[in-house]
C-alpha cells in the first residue's frame, strides 16, 4: 500500500509558485520539486515568498539561545 497519494489532477482554482520560474502558475504546471503550494487564491500565491522570509525569520528568532542555559 502506497503511503502517498499520486496527485496528477490539478484541482480547479489551486495556485501554486513556481521557483524555477519566479511566477505563480495555476494547476500543476511544473514539477513538484520546484513549486510551494497549492494555495487557495492567486494572491496567496503570489506572496509566498514573503511568507518563506517571515517563516525564516521567526525560526531563526526560536534557535537564538535565550538567557543563560540550566545550571550555568
Excluded: I
Aim: charged fraction near 35%; glycine fraction near 6%.
Amino acid at each position: 500500500m502506497a503511503l502517498f497519494k499520486k496527485h496528477t489532477e490539478p484541482k480547479a482554482g489551486e495556485w501554486y509558485y513556481c521557483l524555477q520560474h519566479k511566477t505563480v502558475e495555476e494547476g500543476l504546471q511544473c514539477p513538484a520539486k520546484n513549486r510551494f503550494g497549492p494555495y487557495a487564491s492567486r494572491t496567496e500565491a503570489e506572496h509566498a515568498m514573503e511568507k518563506v522570509k517571515e517563516r525564516n525569520l521567526e525560526w531563526d528568532a526560536d534557535d537564538e539561545p535565550r538567557g543563560n542555559p540550566p545550571g550555568a
